[in-house]
């Protein structure tokens, strides 16, 4: 076979391949898709939101209006210092961040002990864990 003719023998071939995916895909029936009902919709008149628009809507109720029995230790935020005498980073009820160590109190509670994540604290005859929060949900 000459050049010539391979050539043409690999172009007739590529043309009827051609042909027949066009072919194939040229004649799908087409579907009509109905557009979509239009709706219309009213706006509502709304009151005020609440009485007090000063209040926030989502407050978290402070912390006095809980019973003394339901409020747990302080907020674990932190241990410092080394394990043999360590220091622990709390929230105290009123906000404030303080840092104590074994023995003394953060709103009624004593430190016990302290782990390397967790900080024991008792107030009576009650004894609680707080545990340091993960580093990516820090309070």
């Not at 009902?37 to 109720?61: D, M, Y």
């Not at 404030?96 to 509670?109: P, S």
């Amino acid at each position: 076979m000459t050049r010539a003719s391979h050539w043409l023998v690999r172009g007739t071939a590529f043309v009827a391949a051609a042909a027949a995916v066009f072919g194939l895909l040229g004649h799908r029936p087409r579907t009509v898709v109905p557009p979509a009902p239009t709706v219309t919709l009213g706006v509502a008149q709304a009151g005020p939101v609440s009485e007090h628009p000063s209040e926030p809507l989502f407050a978290e109720p402070p912390i006095d209006a809980l019973p003394a029995a339901t409020r747990g230790p302080p907020a674990l935020l932190g241990i410092v210092g080394r394990l043999s005498d360590p220091l622990v980073m709390a929230r105290a009820k009123d906000g404030a961040v303080r840092t104590i160590g074994r023995g003394q109190a953060i709103d009624g509670w004593t430190l016990e002990s302290v782990g390397a994540d967790r900080a024991t604290f008792r107030r009576g005859a009650e004894a609680r864990v707080a545990v340091l929060p993960p580093r990516d949900e820090a309070p």
